[in-house]
C-alpha cells in the first residue's frame, strides 16, 4: 500500500502540473478534481486520516466558494468541522497541522487576491511537514512545487506569473447584495461619473431579471461581470433614433425571460478588471454572451436583435469582436 501511494501520488502531482497547460477551464478544473482524489486515495493508503479528511473538506468548501458568492459566510460556517475533524480523525496532535494549513489558505481566499498567493506559501510548506511525517514524498513534490510557484509570484511580480487563464464566468441562481456591492466597485474603477449606477439601482434590475447578470471569477473572487438585459419593443426602437446613450432605464422597461415570444436585448456592461484584459478573457466573455443568446433561443424565445454601447475602449474592443456596430440582428 506505501507503494501504491508513492505511485498514485507522483501520478497526482503530473496531472496538477499539465491541468495549467490546458487552454480550456472546464478540463482545468476537472484535471485538478482527478489531482484531489488521487490524493485523497494516497492519505487513506497511508492511514494519514486528517489528511485525508481535510482534503475531502477541502473539495467540497471549494465548490461552494466556486458555485457561490458568500465566501466569508462559507468560512464562517465551516469552521466548526475543523474541530470535528480533530476528534474523529484519530490523529493526535498530528492533525493540528493540516487543519492549520486548511485554515490559512481558506482565510486568505477571502481577503484578496495576493493574500492568497501570501497565505499558499505558508499553507504548503505545512503541508510538506505534514507529508514528511506520514512519509508521503510524492506529496512532499507536489506541494514544495505549489511554494515555489507561490514564491516566484511574490518575488518577480504578482500580474506578471498569475496565470490568467483560469479565469472562468458563472451564471449564478441568486446574487446577493454584497456581489451588487463588489459589480458597483468594478463600476467605479471603469466608468465615468455620467455612467455609474447606483447600488439599488443595479439590485432592483437584478430582481426584475434574475439571469442577467454572468460574473466573471478568478477562483472565488468576481473580478469582473457582464451585464443583459431583455427591454421592451418601443424602447429599442426609440434608441434606434436617441442620440446618444439611452441608459435610464426604469423596472418595466425590462422584460423577463418567461414566456414564448421575441425579444430584444441589450448588452448593458461589460466589465473587466484591467490587469485581466486579454485575449484569453474576451474570447471568454464573447462565448459566454453567445450561450446566453442560444439558449434562450433554443427554449423558444425569439431574440430579434441587441444592441450595445462602448463607453470605454475594452468595451469597444469586446463589441468590435463581436461584429457589433450599433444593432446585430440574430434572425
Known sequence: ????????????????????????????????????????????????????????????????????????????????????????????????????ASLIDSYMIIVSEKAAVVGGIFSNLLWVVYDLVILDYAGVLSDLTLVISNLSIVLYGYKKFLNRKNVHTFMGKYISKNAISNLYKLDKQVYDNQFLWTKDKMFQLYKAEKNSYILIKENSNIIGYINILSVKKEIFKNILDFNKIYDEYEITDIVPFNKKGNYYININSIVLRSEYQNKDSIEKIIREVNKFINIRKKKGYNIIAGYSYAVNAFEKDVLEKMNFTKVKKYN
Open 1 to 100: 500500500m506505501y507503494i501504491a501511494a508513492q505511485i498514485l501520488g507522483v501520478v497526482s502531482w503530473v496531472i496538477f502540473l499539465l491541468s495549467y497547460y490546458s487552454k480550456k477551464v472546464n478540463k482545468v478544473l476537472l484535471m485538478q478534481l482527478i489531482s484531489s482524489l488521487l490524493d485523497c486515495i494516497c492519505y487513506a493508503l497511508l492511514n494519514a486520516w486528517s489528511g485525508l479528511l481535510i482534503s475531502v473538506f477541502e473539495l467540497l468548501k471549494g465548490f461552494g466558494y466556486y458555485k457561490t458568492d458568500k465566501d466569508k459566510f462559507i468560512f464562517i460556517l465551516t469552521i466548526p468541522i475543523y474541530l470535528l475533524i480533530a476528534i474523529i480523525s484519530n490523529d493526535g496532535l498530528l492533525c493540528i497541522i493540516p487543519i492549520f
